[in-house]
């Protein structure tokens, strides 16, 4: 783990420049369900995630991690709280205005990477800019980013060629292609064996560090949470550092 200063889900107050650069929510409260039935999946979260700084949450099945990355990528709306990606509101009511926000500032990487079968490795880490805005057609040199994460000779070959390891970089890589402010990862090394998942979130670590990256992974995988810098354990939807 890193030496800097962690910030702790119950005492980070205030916000510096820095902060809001990356993931900051606050009083974050979110239930799923209609009147007869309601569940608190998020209970008054606070989370700062800064630019560099990779954080995992673990908890156990239904704790309300996975409404936590939904909420910080705008693709759910909390019932309270604020949520700012890079000092942008991730809670306006505009679904249109989210998705493009999400666009531009935040990666998703999937438990399985999450490919399309057809498309290359290239084609796949290229697709984001592709789909994206003009703003965000002038992202990172796709080619250059499967170099960094160990892919360079494998460029050309479609999912089904690749190894689980493999695939999962593929996805780290065109999560980054865009220039996220925030990566939200969901239980990336849930396909892989041990010495895989130690590559990914080792990976994982030096892309945050590299490109000072917000990363917030959700893992059941406590072998890997050595690479982490924060430890949070989400129960019942709250929130807290992990002693
Ligand atoms: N669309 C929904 N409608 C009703 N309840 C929901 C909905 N989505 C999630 N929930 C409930 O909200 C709570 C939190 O769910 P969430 O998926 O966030 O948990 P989780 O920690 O990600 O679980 P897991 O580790 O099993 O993926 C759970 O009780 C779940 O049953």
Redesign the pocket.
């Known amino acids: 783990m890193s030496s800097r200063p962690a910030p702790t889900a119950s005492t980070t107050t205030a916000d510096d420049a820095s902060d809001r650069l990356g993931l900051v929510m606050r009083g974050v409260s979110l239930r ?2 209609n009147a007869a039935e309601t ?1 608190q ?1 998020l209970d008054n979260v606070d989370l700062t995630v800064r630019p560099g700084e990779l954080a995992a949450v673990v ?1 156990p ?7 936590l990355l939904a909420v910080a990528g705008g693709l759910a709306r909390p019932d309270q709280g604020t949520v700012t990606v890079a000092g942008q509101d991730m809670t306006v009511p505009s679904r249109r205005t989210r998705t493009e926000l999400r666009r531009q500032h935040v990666g998703f990487v999937f438990q399985s990477g999450n490919l399309l079968p057809a498309l290359t490795a290239a084609d796949q880490v290229r697709l984001p800019l592709r789909l994206g805005s003009r703003s965000q057609r002038s992202g990172r040199d796709p080619l250059e980013l499967l170099a960094d994460v160990g892919m360079a000779d494998k460029s050309d070959r479609r999912p089904h060629q690749l190894s689980g390891g493999e695939r999962q970089r593929v996805g780290i890589a065109r999560a980054l292609v865009t220039e996220p402010s925030v990566l939200l990862v969901d239980e990336p090394t849930a396909a892989l064996d041990r010495a895989r998942s130690h590559e990914i979130v080792r990976l994982l670590a030096h892309e945050a560090r590299q490109r000072s990256v917000a990363v917030v992974m959700v893992t059941h995988d406590h072998d890997v949470l050595q690479y982490c810098d924060t430890v949070y354990e ?1 129960v019942d939807g709250k929130l807290a550092t992990s002693s």
């Open positions: 799923h369900g569940v999946a908890g099945s239904g704790a309300g991690k996975s409404s989400m």
